[in-house]
């Protein structure tokens, strides 16, 4: 057996545990018993929950290491992710579309942003349907999210400010509230 050989057969094995710690922590069902939030184990911070992409490249691995292979790679700043999982410094997310993996914490932020999900969607001056629209964002327009009342979010993007039905939004909860 050449050095190769058995370098290759010890970063297997390296591998094969993180694996399964990885799906052990992705197995985890995200409810408490007696009602109460789940907390990260490493952050002790609600999951799920919602963060964005700090930079504008970011590796999403198919498991907790650098030594897992890349499967795609996030290039949209500020773009909305859920987290649902974290392992050490890894976080497991997902996007508007399901699709997800293993990203280093480094490159997440906890500045909220959220994706418009419907075209043509109007931004108004109060959270009231019968408000006047300020602008009309498009559908896959990334907002930053500011303030959010039970059914309304008031969100900015591209120099407008407004307030935008809740189902319209993807990146915050139908229960969440913030000022």
Known sequence: M?????????????????ASMADEIAADPASD??????????????????VSVRASK??????PSDLHRVDWVFQMPHMPLEVTAEFG?????RDI???????????????????VQKDYT??????????DPTAYAEQGVVAFLDDCGID?????????????LKTELWGVRADELRQ
């Open 2 to 18: 050449t050095f190769r050989t058995t370098l290759a057969a010890a970063t297997i094995l390296l591998l094969l545990p993180l």
């Open 33 to 50: 018993v007696a009602g109460a939030p789940v907390l990260g184990p490493v952050t002790n911070l609600p999951l799920p929950r919602f």
């Open 58 to 63: 970011v590796n999403v691995r198919r498991g």
């Open 89 to 93: 410094h890894w976080r497991r997310v």
């Open 97 to 115: 579309d399901g699709a997800g993996g293993w990203v280093h914490y480094a490159l997440l932020s906890g500045e909220r942003t959220v994706i």
């Open 122 to 131: 109007p931004m108004r001056t109060l959270p009231d349907i019968g408000s």
């Open 152 to 164: 309304w979010c008031q969100i900015r993007a591209d120099g407008y400010r407004g307030w935008v």
